[in-house]
């Protein structure tokens, strides 16, 4: 059995999407519960080395959808950067995504299967079918911005585990997820 281009991708960044609005809601219960300020987050890095938490954030978002949208254009062009904005504003860019992947259709993904992509991103000139930039490119990069988004989040205090970051599995349909 193969797997097509969208199974390997829509379905992956939308797992890992809503996981990702499941932790902020999480960081804004526990604010709320703690009398802290969600946006105390959004300047905090893991090193100092790192990018703040509102790039991950960011970088999680251009990843998935314009991931998906590079492998249609041959073009990686996400919106620039935001930078600091406060922590609503940062869930909204996460809500935007989410809706952003619901809207792809699998014919329509599947359509761009093979084609290839010349793609200019920085200064590096990077050649890719689509499938190779979704498993090569945005799948590693949007993961990596994912977990550090959360791991700041376990850093600074908000009470999550591994199953925030799983999100829902994909399991066969009629099989629930419990254990582990």
């Known amino acids: 059995m193969s797997t097509t281009l969208y199974e390997l991708s829509v379905p992956t960044f939308l797992q890992t999407v809503r996981a990702v609005r499941g932790y902020l809601d999480r960081a804004v219960r526990h604010c709320a519960e703690t009398g802290a300020d969600p946006d105390d987050f959004v300047n905090v890095r893991l090193c100092e080395d790192m990018a703040p938490f509102h790039f991950q954030i960011e970088a999680t978002w251009h ?3 314009w991931g998906l949208e590079a492998a249609r254009t041959g073009v990686f062009a996400p919106p620039a950067l935001v930078g600091p904005a406060p922590f609503s504003d940062l869930r909204a860019m996460m809500a935007r995504a989410q809706a952003a992947l619901e809207a792809f259709t699998p014919d329509e993904v ?3 299967s093979g084609k290839e992509l010349d793609l200019q991103i920085g200064p590096r000139r990077l050649l890719f079918t689509p499938e190779t930039l979704i498993l090569s490119f945005s799948l590693p990069n949007f993961h990596f911005h994912a977990v550090t988004a959360y791991d700041i989040l376990r ?3 908000v009470p999550l ?3 925030d970051y799983e999100g829902e ?5 009629g099989h629930s997820q419990g254990g582990l």
Do not use: Q
């Open 161 to 163: 585990g591994k199953r």
């Open 155 to 157: 850093m600074r205090g």
């Open 169 to 173: 599995l994909r399991t066969r349909p």
């Open 63 to 65: 990843h998935a959808v």
């Open 110 to 112: 599947n359509g761009w």
